[in-house]
């Protein structure tokens, strides 16, 4: 199986009373890895983004280009940049971690879980920067009566399969454009 050649190490954290688990995950891709194996690691990132609470760090050789722009320049490094877009992650570090690279990255499935990162120097022998980080946790997960759709767990090819079986020439014929807009909201929504 293809997810047993990921390095990875997989911690969770206990919360107390009221607060969630989170699950810390630390990666290594190394710069020669294989397409099957690079699809076996956004699987697996796939699932662990469905965690209440995650962080995703590690080093991810290979990354090419801008991350905030993405420019990524390898077809791997794009493919990496859609794994994470589809899963809803966000990366907290800022500086070049390596040689005027990206390669040392945080992500993480909640705004707010990582704060306080700081680059420090390098540890022993390697070229990379260490990584500081604190995860901030609330007291008390907030109880929330509005219900929100989880579209992490969306199946999209359905919603694009309903909406796209509607004969929008006649559903929208004759239709300004405020009110198209309110049949194809109307229709998304009956589609969720």
């Given at each position: 199986m293809d997810e047993e050649l990921t390095e990875s190490l997989r911690i969770g954290i206990k919360g107390r009373a009221g607060t969630g688990d989170t699950i810390v995950e630390v990666w290594y891709r190394p710069p020669n890895q294989e397409d099957r194996v690079d699809e076996a690691l956004c699987r697996q990132i796939g699932a662990a983004s469905c965690s209440q609470a995650l962080v995703l760090m590690g080093d991810f050789s290979r990354y090419q280009g801008g991350w905030r722009d993405d420019t990524a320049g390898h077809k791997q490094s794009r493919r990496f940049l859609e794994c994470i877009d589809d899963n809803f992650l966000l990366q907290v570090i800022e500086e070049l971690t390596r040689r005027g690279a990206m390669l040392d990255l945080v992500l993480t499935n909640k705004e707010?879980?990582?704060?306080?990162?700081?680059?420090?120097?390098?540890?022993?022998?390697?070229?990379?920067?260490?990584?500081?980080?604190?995860?901030?946790?609330?007291?008390?997960?907030a109880h929330s009566k509005l219900t929100t759709l989880d579209f992490r767990r969306a199946d999209f090819g359905l919603v694009r399969n309903l909406l796209g079986r509607l004969p929008w020439d006649k559903a929208l014929e004759g239709r300004g454009a405020q009110e198209s807009w309110l049949v194809f909201k109307d229709h998304l929504l009956q589609a969720q």
């Open positions: 707010g879980l990582v704060g306080d990162v700081k680059l420090k120097g390098s540890l022993g022998c390697s070229d990379h920067k260490m990584v500081e980080f604190k995860i901030l946790r609330a007291v008390r997960r």
